[in-house]
């Protein structure tokens, strides 16, 4: 269900305003049924994740709703960490943030929501109700305790320095707060399927008739996985929190090649080219694109001409 949700807000926040049947197609080329992209739309309107445009019969049109626009903002800022860090741009300040809350029985519905959108922030359980976090993020937890009237219930500290006996430096700290093995094992696989399609890409050879809108979408497919993954399962944590054979290096390094493979198949699908840019507005693909120095060995008939 959250994969369904993400994917249908990501569509609509590229789009900016996206007509039902026009998200019920392109969903489905990423293997959801017109039903479920419906029901879920729906769903998402009712709940303040998408806004329905337009008060006519016919064809429904959404936009972002204020609850889906936290999301894509949220999403942006741990992308944008992501990037940094895997770049070697931002370099850890050793400040955690830590939080303490105490919420009672009877508000159990709020505690489980505010302790689920701190794992989405990148937070992770120190131990029972404190949570950890390597980058400043006061103000939106702030803003948290605030949404769900958890004022008083909640403690937000800075510290330089925690110490778990038994475990020598920030490393180990690290993978005892956050359980980053699956993860890695995540990262390792969708590394392997990356190679595997840029492996694809280089046997095709020049004059060949090539499924452009195909292969547009497989890599659009390898793409929205990674975004997933950073959304919903990364905590985006500085190099120095992680192992030095960490594979989501490797993904970041992949993530230019797709991304310079989506490039080249754009004048091939003007009609979904607005799904390559991620979020309207959103200049973090654009540093994607000036960052790869390399060539992704292919090159497909007519480029040069259709450019």
């Known amino acids: 269900m959250a994969h369904t949700q993400n994917l249908i807000l ?38 303040g994740l998408l806004e329905k445009v337009g008060r006519g019969r016919g064809n429904a049109r959404y936009k972002v709703g ?42 159990r519905v709020k505690r489980d929501v505010f302790r689920d959108r701190l794992v989405e922030m ?22 948290l305790v605030g949404e769900l009237d958890l ?3 909640a403690a937000i500290l800075h510290c330089d320095h925690i110490q778990m006996p038994g475990l020598a430096g920030v490393g180990e ?10 993860l890695a094992e995540h990262y390792r696989d969708i590394n392997r399927r990356i190679e595997a399609f840029m492996a694809f890409l280089e046997q095709l050879g020049p004059g060949g008739e090539i499924d452009a809108e195909a292969v547009f979408f497989a890599a ?20 120095e929190l992680l192992p030095s054979d960490w594979p989501g290096q490797r993904t970041h390094e992949l993530a230019h ?13 003007e009609r979904y080219e607005y799904l390559f840019h991620l979020i309207q507005g959103m200049e973090v693909l654009e540093v994607f694109r000036a960052g790869f120095e390399g060539d992704v060995g292919f090159h497909w008939p007519g480029v040069e001409e259709a450019r």
Do not use: Y
Request: charged share 20%.
């Open 10 to 47: 990501r569509i609509v926040a590229q789009r900016g305003e996206i007509g039902g049947a026009e998200l019920a197609e392109i969903a489905q080329k990423f293997g959801l049924s017109p039903d479920a992209v419906r029901a879920a739309s729906n769903r998402m309107a009712r709940t």
């Open 151 to 153: 004022d008083g219930m």
């Open 173 to 182: 700290l690290a993978r005892s707060v956050w359980n980053l093995e699956p």
């Open 66 to 107: 204020p609850k889906g626009q936290a999301i894509v903002d949220q999403f942006i800022v741990k992308l944008v960490h992501w990037h940094m860090a895997l770049e070697g741009q931002q370099a850890w300040d050793g400040t955690w943030l830590v939080v303490a809350f105490s919420v009672p029985e009877e508000q």
């Open 122 to 143: 990148g937070f992770g359980l120190l131990s029972s109700s404190v949570w950890l976090s390597p980058f400043d993020q006061e103000a939106d937890v702030a803003a």
């Open 257 to 269: 090649a797709v991304t310079a493979a989506i490039d080249r198949l754009e004048h091939v699908s």
């Open 220 to 239: 659009m497919d390898l793409q929205n996985e990674v975004m997933e993954m950073i959304l919903t399962e990364d905590p985006c944590l500085p190099p």
